[in-house]
């Protein structure tokens, strides 16, 4: 699975500031990347339903078991209202064994600086590693 392109839901006003989330997810196991996929996309579908949602994307490395999403959100609220929601956070603990360290980084930018950059998001994700 190639890295998906930047999906968009909402407009952005150019001068608000809006949450950016990189989040990675690295598997322990090549064998869970198939429950893994499955659940990307039961999330998949409930970020189309995201209240506060401006767009994501996803990266894949599965031969390195490497996964990232990125995704903009109005406010921490909603960010963390999907967080908190279904299927989300049932699936988070049912992978939660089989995942490696995860990583959150959290930035902001305006809505004339959206979509975030791969090459910026993969860049802090270095630099804080």
């Known amino acids: 699975m190639p890295t998906r392109p930047w999906r968009s839901f909402e407009r952005a006003a150019p001068d608000q500031s809006y949450v950016v989330l990189l989040t990675y997810l ?9 429950r893994f996929l499955l659940y990307t996309a039961r999330i998949t579908a409930q970020l189309h ?3 506060g949602l401006l767009g994501y994307s996803l990266r ?10 990125l995704s903009a959100w109005q406010d921490e609220a909603s960010l963390q209202d999907f967080v908190q929601a279904r299927p989300h956070m049932r699936t988070m ?10 990583r959150f980084i959290r930035w902001t930018l305006t809505g004339a600086q959206l979509p975030p950059r791969w090459e910026e998001a993969l860049a802090r994700w270095r630099e804080e590693g």
């Open 26 to 34: 690295p598997l322990i196991s090549a064998r869970h990347i198939p």
């Open 49 to 51: 339903r995201s209240r």
């Open 60 to 69: 894949a490395e599965p031969s390195a078991k490497r996964f990232w999403t």
């Open 93 to 102: 603990a049912a992978l939660a064994p089989h995942i490696g360290a995860t």
